[in-house]
């Protein structure tokens, strides 16, 4: 085979990208022209996705704060995630009030923060499995620190970021892209990881009660339709990613409930809550479901904006 | 609960609701036949009847009154017995493992001992369905052995008892692997999960453990047979031609008569033979399925030695199942051994009485010395087997002339380690102490004389000369009296012999109903 | 000597949910024991095995609660519960408490001319130190040897007792009664707030303050 130089190989498998990302794009027109969507309507937008960050950093809060009591707070660090997700919290509520159609420095500062700590806190959460006997093996991805549990503040700093963004932007787009699309990818994902995190702790409680299927069959369906729905314009498939993301927010309620009935198959029952709000399913955990269907309902309607106008 | 005459033959009567007993009543009931199963314990509800206290839940133990003797001694009592319905499974430690197949043919396969008249193959679907009935807790790979089905409930989370089992393990480069338990790892039916207050040798009050008590025995009654609790069967009735007619038990101060087509003794192997040397009669002078001379012969305890150490760190072993970690490595591993055999050993979680009287009584500390010893609890740790003996004629079940509070000969235990034996626990007390040491404990010291469960007294067999039952618990002697515990192991293995028996319970069950349409079970 | 667990007392736990009626009716009653009453033992007896209880379990002299052994013991013997098993050298258990108390006197009036229960602790120690290593020689023994009665029947019950009291548990920091609620915290260095807090060196005080929230 004739060699070719190094250079040239690479310079030629450059260009092919290009062609088939130009190709995709004018497939799906990531990079479609701007279209300019009013203040107003951006800032509701804004405030539905500040909302979602409320409801994410929320149950990061609760539910980090009552498994790093768990954990009896070792490591000092333990500390920072409620930290930060109560201050989450406070500037979303903060956004959701705002009505003035613009970020805010320190808004968008809390959720960089956010999201920082989400991602370090993952990064501690692996290496608690890791170092424990066994390693990356089901036991401790059963026991040791969750690994999907920061990403639920994680994503609310992504998300909070992308409140700031629709709010500054009048092409409605972040990192250049849609910012329908943008978020519901995200939203997609996360809806990916928290189904995991859910998936792995219902089959480590072995499915014994057949709701415990509900969280890993509604939102992935959800996420599916609401991926679905950001490449294949149409109403049937928006109308149906709205009602896949709805029945997942309430189901995020509706999830605290079953924990709650779930503590009371405990022994002792609620009267013994010291040891079963512990050991029992968690109560905060569900609501993440929540945060998320309404970033998608978000997206969807930037979705929607864009195929109307 | 439906209540069967006792002038009417019913058509199992079983002696016994324990692994053995309790399991095969069920499955008997569930397969059409009249059945009453007779324990001298009494039928508790853990919710209500028992305490979180070690010194009271001895209600659960057999403690009439036993000798002991051999070179070796064993303890009997809390250690491996149970009078209560649903036998030593109300408060044993729920460790619920398979035998190697290759123990199924020891002497074939590996040179000692005898081989069963089972197949392991066949043997592993019957552990499929006992696991599943127990709905065992248990790692999603087992690290030795054949492929086994996924256990029902995931593993329990470990303690820090475990995690130095695991440590040490990993240091030493071998396999550990969370143990498959008989408690709940999450809700069953009306059952709680396990709370992990760490009592479960003293009986658990959680209902978590899934004991015979709350497994088989539920459908038993569900499917007819009738629990006769309290009820201490003293001897087993026979007819001119030498058949089983019935059982003669106490019971409200009296004794009964309860007539029944077939009787299966299942009291575990110390009451098995007792029950059955008992029962001699003119035709039967040295007792009943005694040609071959065997009941009570070949008891086998396991070795149940320990090396302990104490942690810088705390580890407060009273919190969680006791034996929450496992290594089977000396179980599946043959090289290296001087010995025939194999032992698994297992994290421990003494409670102080126990912990107690074992300084006490191992070490011989008392006054000061004892109490110094004894502040170290939260930071002991232990590591103990479940080792392998050989049977041995020498090592039996006899009837002292003494008499119980029935009226009944007592049972004398005689038991010695061979040198197989020995040579086994010194390699265990070896490598445990390395397991220790790679993992900082110190003040290591070794417990050297403990066994634990029983087993083997009237082992099944191929040859009627060589065994008292064949493959089905059937008497070679008596075609209508069975055996069915541990008492018809031909051998022990390094495994803790709670599932096996059920398994065979299991297997016996079946094969008692499929002859039974074949007509090949003349009195039914 | 410092106590390893300050402040901690398993009986403050007594009406949370560590706790369930079934246990709290063994323990009242256990902790009810009076400790000079005895059915079992006559008077020379009784002065013998309290001697004996106190010396095989030295509890502290300034502990408020001590566990009554003696008392829990004759009441064992005078029910007639046994373990289930007897060495074959040894009695039944009652036959046994009764000669070897009468033995443990006996060797000791032929050591230094006094009942056990009047010699000094150092003499105590010695003669007990002696009937554990067999090297005892009274008629009074029979056919029982005393080595074996003293480990498995006297060291056995005496401790048995012992660790049945909640003033031993307090003392080993064990959590004691657990149900209801069980435990949370399994991993090393771990404790959930219902258990005892160790003091560690230097943290006597935040230990104290941890035992006295325990409930």
């Known amino acids: 085979m004739r060699r070719v130089p190094a250079a040239e190989a690479r310079r030629r498998a450059l260009a092919s990208l290009q062609v088939t990302a130009r190709s995709l794009n004018e497939k799906y027109s990531l990079n479609a022209p701007a279209r300019t969507p009013d203040p107003e309507w951006r800032n509701a937008v804004g405030r539905k996705l500040n909302l979602s ?129 943008a978020l519901g990818l995200v939203t997609s994902a996360g809806l990916a990881g928290t189904v995991a995190e859910a998936g792995l702790l219902h089959f480590r409680g072995a499915f014994q009660n057949p709701g415990m299927f509900l969280p890993v069959v509604v939102p992935p369906a959800a996420a599916g339709l609401l991926t679905t729905a950001q490449f294949r314009p149409g109403n049937i498939m928006r109308r149906a990613a709205k009602l896949g993301l709805r029945l997942t927010a309430l189901l995020g309620f509706a999830g605290v409930g079953f924990h709650a009935y779930g503590i009371s198959r405990n022994m002792g029952g609620w009267r013994n809550w010291s040891q079963n709000i512990l050991n029992g399913p968690p109560l905060p955990a569900p609501p993440s479901f929540t945060g998320l269907a309404l970033a998608g309902l978000a997206a969807l309607s930037l979705i929607e904006r864009g195929s109307h106008d | 609960m439906h209540e069967y005459p006792e002038g009417q033959p019913v058509d199992f009567a079983i002696i016994g609701t324990g692994a053995g007993g309790g399991t095969l009543a069920c499955k008997l009931a569930e397969y059409g036949f009249s059945v009453v199963a007779f324990d001298a314990g009494p039928y508790w509800r853990p919710l209500e009847d028992f305490a979180s206290d070690e010194m009271h839940q001895s209600k659960l133990y057999w403690t009439d009154p036993r000798i002991v003797d051999g070179d070796n001694p064993i303890q009997l009592g809390a250690n491996n017995s149970g009078k209560s319905v649903g036998g030593s499974t109300v408060h044993f430690a729920m460790v619920s493992l398979r035998f190697r197949p290759e123990w199924f043919k020891s002497r074939s396969q590996l040179g000692y001992a005898v081989d069963w008249p089972l197949d392991w193959r066949e043997m592993w679907n019957y552990y499929t369905e006992v696991e599943q009935v127990l709905n065992i807790s248990g790692p999603l790979r087992y690290p030795w052995g054949p492929k086994r089905p996924r256990y029902p409930y995931r593993p329990h989370e470990l303690n820090a008892a475990a995690l130095v089992l695991a440590e040490g393990a990993e240091a030493l480069g071998i396999d550990w692997t969370p143990t498959p338990l008989a408690t709940l790892s999450a809700p069953h039916g009306l059952a709680h999960p396990c709370v992990y207050r760490g009592m479960c040798v003293i009986g658990c009050s959680t209902n978590a453990k899934q004991s015979v008590l709350l497994t088989w025995l ?204 020995k040579r086994l626990i010194a390699h265990s007390l070896k490598f445990m102490r390395q397991a220790l040491e790679v993992v900082d404990a110190h003040d290591i010291w070794d417990e050297d004389d403990d066994t634990c469960h029983l087993n083997g007294t009237a082992r099944m067999g191929d040859d009627p000369a060589s065994s008292v039952v064949n493959a089905d618990c059937r008497c070679w002697d008596i075609p209508n009296l069975w055996i069915c515990d541990g008492s018809v192991f031909p051998t022990v293995g390094g495994v803790n012999p709670s599932l096996t028996i059920q398994a065979i319970a299991c297997r016996t069950a079946d094969r008692i109903r499929a002859m039974a349409r074949r007509g090949e079970l003349p009195s039914l | ?196 807090a160790e003091a560690s060196p230097g943290r006597e005080d935040q230990a104290r303050v941890e035992n006295e929230r325990v409930g």
């Open chain 3, 1 to 196: 000597m410092t106590e390893r667990y300050p402040g901690y007392n398993v009986l403050h736990k007594r009406n949370s949910v560590s706790w369930n009626d079934q246990t709290r009716a063994v323990i009242d009653a256990r902790c009810g024991i009076d400790p000079d009453f005895h059915q079992f033992c006559d008077e020379a007896e009784w002065k013998t095995l309290r001697s004996l209880c106190d010396h095989i379990i030295p509890q502290p002299l300034d502990r408020p609660v001590k566990a009554p052994i003696a008392a829990i013991i004759d009441q064992k013997l005078y029910g007639g519960k046994g373990d289930g098993y007897r060495d074959a050298h040894l009695p039944e258990q009652d036959k046994a408490w009764r000669l070897g108390l009468a033995a443990v006197d006996a060797e000791a009036m032929a050591a230094c001319e006094k009942p056990f229960c009047e010699l000094s602790a150092d003499q105590q120690h010695w003669l007990l130190g002696k009937i554990q290593r067999g090297q005892a020689s009274s008629e009074a023994w029979q056919d029982m040897p005393p080595a074996i009665f003293f480990a498995k029947r006297l060291l056995h019950d005496i401790v048995s007792a012992y660790y049945a009291h909640p003033a031993s548990w307090n003392e080993i920091g064990f959590g004691g009664p657990a149900s209801p609620r069980g435990y949370v915290r399994m991993n090393f260095d771990r404790r959930d707030p219902w258990e005892a």
């Open chain 1, 53 to 181: 960050s409320a409801l994410l950093s929320l149950s990061v809060l609760a539910d980090s704060g009552l498994e790093h009591y768990r954990g009896s707070f070792q490591n000092r660090l333990m500390y920072l995630p409620l930290a930060v997700s109560a201050a989450t919290v406070a500037a979303s509520l903060f956004g959701i009030a705002d009505a003035r159609a613009k970020s805010h420095a320190v808004r968008d500062g809390l959720y960089v923060l956010a999201g920082l700590t989400g991602a370090t806190g993952l990064g501690f959460h692996g290496y608690n499995v890791m170092k424990r006997p066994g390693g990356l093996s089901w036991l401790n991805l059963f026991y040791a620190a969750p690994v999907g549990a920061p990403m639920a503040l994680l994503l609310a700093g992504v998300l909070g970021r992308g409140a700031e963004r629709i709010r500054d932007d009048e092409a409605c787009t972040i990192l250049g892209y849609p910012a329908g699309k």
């Open chain 2, 218 to 421: 539920p459908r038993a009654l569900t499917a007819g047979a009738e629990i006769r609790d309290l009820a201490m069967v003293g001897s087993i009735e026979h007819d001119h031609a030498g058949l089983a007619t019935g059982v003669h038990y106490l019971r409200d101060g009296r004794w009964r008569f309860q007539r029944a087509r077939n009787v299966v003794v299942a009291g575990y192997a110390i009451e098995t033979p007792r029950l059955l040397l008992n029962s001699a009669s003119a035709k039967f002078p040295d007792g009943l399925a005694n040609s071959s001379g065997l009941v009570g012969k070949n008891l086998m305890v396991q070795s149940n030695q320990a090396v302990w150490g104490v942690m810088d760190r705390e580890i407060r072993s009273y919190k969680g199942p006791p034996s929450l970690a496992i290594t089977e490595h000396w179980n599946y591993t043959d090289e290296g051994k001087d010995f025939h055999g194999g032992y698994s050993y297992m994290s421990q979680g003494p409670l102080p009485i126990v912990w107690g009287t074992t300084q006490a009584s191992k070490r011989g500390l008392w006054g000061q010395a004892l109490l110094d010893a004894m502040e170290n609890y939260n930071h002991q740790v232990g590591l103990k087997i479940v080792g392998e003996t050989l049977p041995r004629e020498r090592n039996r079940v006899t009837l002292s002339d003494e008499r119980d509070q029935y009226g009944l000969r007592i049972p004398r235990v005689t038991y010695s380690f061979c040198d197989n034996d």
